[in-house]
């Protein structure tokens, strides 16, 4: 059965500092990978999509990049954390004609 | 711009009843409608999704789609204090992709005993 991992679970950064949080996916090939974040109160906003090795497409524009460096493995980073990137970090995979599924998601907490 | 307006609620209803929630898109080349729910401190799961007009059953809970006036709704009949969540409407465009998801802010649905 496919899993999805994403960690750390939590995370309380420094503004100013570095970020790099990594979700991997187990038992599926070639899935689209996508990169979520959920500000306080509100819905889930789509940061990255990703359709294959090192293809990645930006939905906003913002602090954050995202790489694709294996079929299964999408990274989200910053070079220096703003106030404004706290928030609930999700990534979630869907192959063809499946719907989306979720990891567990990453609570960022910039200080 | 892409827009999926709910209700935020909160929703209070009793044990047993039906639980009505409704989701307004403004895309009309949306195709394809999802309802997750989030617990709190949780990730979205999915409950349902829905592609033609017309309602769609899944135990108790019942998907309602009318492209036409570009509306969504579930229903959820002998709520249970376990549906006390948020629920998450969400549109995509479709053909093979059901990933890339526009959200509405969700809303909150609270069931007491």
């Known amino acids: 059965s496919q899993t999805i991992h994403q960690w750390p679970a939590t995370l309380v950064q420094p503004v100013g500092s570095p970020l790099s949080l990594e979700c991997t996916v187990e038992?599926?090939?070639?899935?689209?990978l996508y990169w979520y974040r959920q500000a306080a109160g509100r819905g889930l906003q789509l940061l990255f999509y990703?359709?294959?090795?090192?293809?990645i497409s930006s939905e906003v524009p913002q602090n954050l990049s995202a790489s694709r460096p294996q079929d299964r493995q999408f990274i989200l980073s910053s070079k220096k954390l703003l106030l404004s990137d706290s928030g609930f970090y999700l990534c979630?995979?869907?192959?063809?004609?499946?719907?989306?599924?979720f990891g567990q998601g990453t609570r960022l907490t910039v200080v | 711009q892409k827009e999926v307006e709910q209700n935020s609620g909160p929703l209070s209803v009793p044990e047993g009843a039906i639980a009505s929630l409704n989701c307004t898109y403004s895309?009309?080349?949306?195709?394809?409608f999802f309802w997750y729910r989030q617990y709190s401190g949780k990730s979205p799961e999915l409950i349902m999704f829905?592609?033609?007009?017309g309602d769609k059953e899944d135990g108790r809970f019942t998907a309602q789609l009318n492209k036409a006036s570009q509306y969504v709704s579930l229903l959820i009949r002998d709520s249970q204090p376990s549906d006390s969540a948020t629920y998450l409407c969400?549109?995509?465009?479709?053909?093979?992709?059901?990933?890339?998801?526009?959200f509405g802010q969700g809303t909150i649905l609270t069931v007491h005993p």
């Open positions: 895309d009309r080349g949306s195709q394809s």
């Open positions: 979630a995979w869907e192959t063809v004609n499946t719907e989306a599924f």
């Open positions: 038992g599926t090939s070639n899935p689209n």
């Open positions: 829905i592609y033609s007009n």
């Open positions: 969400a549109a995509s465009a479709g053909g093979t992709s059901y990933g890339k998801l526009t």
């Open positions: 990703s359709v294959g090795i090192g293809q």
